[in-house]
């Protein structure tokens, strides 16, 4: 006699897991990572291994000797915030300095909320802004691309694009003439610039975009929303006054816009459930980082956005959340 088995919904797998996103969005790194060794050689493989190693390693001990629970440090999660945190590094960054970074990523940004899926800042940029408060000098020094693939510790370093357009025109540089001194658009989309580890190569990133995209690892919702709210922004601002504000196709291709657009913007415990809610974020997103790029301190924001904006996740996901299988709007009354 067979038995009746009765359990609750869903019933039906759609083969998506934890461990298979978290290798997925890994597989869709690839391209970067690649990108950044040929640029900056051996400092992005010092990096990158030092900061994975790192992020499974406190996980392990957090989850053993302090939250006493079962390991999960095959899921793949710790292993994407080491190398998210590696993308946002300088790669001549010195080893205790990646430690410190990836034990805030994990025991401040991720387990101290307990653990993957509860985390309400994407960890790898908690790690991030921690570092570059903390140690604004090993933080904003940049090697060269090509020039510094042998090198680590003793890198040659210069400035970024992004600072050198920001420091022209504080100073009173016409936008042309400060576009004389970095690389082409092309150039830059192909990663020929100084630049954080993961953020050089744009064509790179975008590969990895279509790849996520292609597997249903993420939607475009965010990514668009983002990139496209940074380009109106910067868009209007440049056509009110061509000289004093960077075109929209230099703010894209520049700094960390399509790296955190990608692959941190869309992290699922940090990002809105409904498709409104992920537009509104990543409007907000796109909005914050020109503010802050064109009128603020730093000539990058958008670490800050991102964090900022995963705060509004909780209110965005209260207004805007999805609405059940066979919810029905209540009728009006008459």
């Known amino acids: 006699m067979k038995r009746l088995i009765v359990s609750p919904s869903p019933h039906v ?8 996103n978290m290798y997925g969005v890994v597989i869709a790194m690839i391209p970067a990572l690649a990108a950044s060794v040929w640029f900056f050689g051996i400092g992005a493989l010092v990096v990158t291994l030092t900061s994975v190693l790192a992020c499974v390693l406190f996980e392990h001990l957090i989850q053993r000797f302090i939250l006493k629970k079962p390991t999960t440090i095959t899921d793949g999660s710790a292993i994407v915030t080491g190398i998210l945190l590696a993308f946002n590094l ?3 960054i010195p080893l205790a300095l990646i ?7 994990i025991g401040m940004g991720k387990m101290s909320f307990g653990g993957l899926g509860q985390n309400p800042f994407n960890p790898a940029l908690v790690g991030r802004v921690f570092l570059l408060i903390s140690y604004p000098v090993q933080m904003t020094s940049w090697p060269k691309p090509i020039d510094s693939r042998f090198s680590y510790l003793d890198a040659e370093t210069g400035a970024t694009p992004l600072s050198i357009m920001k420091e022209g025109l504080i100073t009173g540089k016409p936008f042309s003439e400060v576009l004389a001194e970095v690389p082409s658009y ?3 989309f192909l990663g020929v610039m100084g630049g954080s580890a993961g953020e050089i190569a744009g064509v790179a990133l975008v590969i990895g975009l279509i790849y996520m995209l292609v597997k249903k690892i993420i939607t475009w919702h ?5 990139v496209g709210s940074v380009l109106v922004f ?3 601002l440049h056509l009110a ?9 230099f703010h894209m291709l520049t700094g960390g816009l399509l790296l955190g657009a990608i692959f941190m913007a869309t992290d699922y415990s940090s990002s809105p459930m409904a498709t409104g809610g992920m537009i509104l974020y990543g409007v907000g997103i796109g909005v914050i980082t020109v503010l802050i790029r064109v009128w603020g301190a730093y000539p990058e924001g958008i670490s800050f956005a991102i964090l900022i904006m995963n705060a509004f996740v909780p209110l965005i996901d209260k207004y805007m959340k999805p609405k059940h299988f066979g919810e029905k709007v209540a009728a009006k009354k008459a």
Do not use: Q
């Not at 797998?13 to 298979?20: F, L, P, Q, R, T």
């Not at 430690?99 to 990523?105: P, S, W």
């Open 13 to 20: 797998h759609s083969g998506d897991s934890v461990k298979k």
């Open 90 to 92: 300088p790669t001549n």
């Open 99 to 105: 430690i410190i970074g990836a034990a805030v990523a």
């Open 186 to 188: 092309l150039e830059l």
């Open 222 to 226: 965010i990514p668009v929303a983002v």
């Open 234 to 236: 910067t868009g209007i």
């Open 241 to 249: 006054d061509s000289d004093a504000y960077a075109s929209p196709m």
